[in-house]
């Protein structure tokens, strides 16, 4: 049975981590569901590209992912973090040790404020790391079953790192050769936390 995953979006999501996140996800074989957590299916994100989600935040609370994946933007972290569905959803997938994770502004503008970075090791980007205490100056930090990472730049590390944790490094070495992306670890400096 494929992996599942969870990307919601929003109006002033960072397109960039948005897109490459799903895309990534798509190529290892993984079933990605764009979810829109504004009252429509189609946002408008930070520079402008229209996103259309495949289905509403409300419509994905009763399912089961092995993925929940964040990009952030700004103001497109703040609606993700006003999301009650996706509040619920996401302490579920924290409570049960499913993956997560978040990129940009997301760890700091969503994941501590519902309390699911508590305790861990976890990055974002520089301009919120005032926000998240205990803030790790690495592109990806993974701790447990949580996944952060500091923002466009590091989109694609981030989301081989989801794929390696979902599917094993040599699934996420697959997918990142066609890309173009440099043998071995295309995450050097990612940490983990252990």
Do not use: N
């Not at 960072?14 to 190529?27: K, P, Q, S, T, Y």
């Not at 305790?119 to 980007?125: D, E, K, M, N, V």
């Not at 592109?139 to 949580?146: A, E, H, K, L, N």
Request: aromatic share 2%; charged share 25%; with cysteine.
């Amino acid at each position: 049975m494929a992996r599942t995953a969870l990307v919601p979006v929003a109006d002033g999501t960072e397109e960039i981590e948005a897109v490459v996140i799903i895309d990534v996800l798509r190529r290892a074989g993984i079933d990605v569901t764009v979810a829109s957590v504004m009252d429509r299916l189609q946002v408008t994100a930070s520079r402008g590209v229209m996103l259309t989600a495949e289905k509403a935040i409300s419509a994905c609370v009763e399912e089961t992912y092995d993925l929940v994946a964040l990009p952030g933007g700004i103001p497109g972290a703040r609606h993700l973090a006003a999301s009650p569905p996706l509040g619920k959803i996401l302490d579920r997938q924290r409570r049960s040790g499913r993956l997560y994770g978040a990129i940009c502004a997301a760890p700091a503008v969503v994941l501590r404020p519902l309390g699911l970075i508590e305790g861990l090791r976890a990055t974002c980007h520089p301009a919120f790391r005032d926000e998240l205490p205990g803030w790790e100056d690495r592109r990806v930090v993974i701790d447990g079953s949580c996944v952060t990472s500091q923002g466009p730049g590091t989109a694609v590390e981030f989301a081989l790192s989801l794929v390696a944790l979902l599917l094993g490094e040599a699934k996420a070495a697959e997918v990142a050769e066609p890309m173009m992306l440099p043998p071995g670890r295309v995450d050097s400096d990612k940490e983990v936390a252990g």
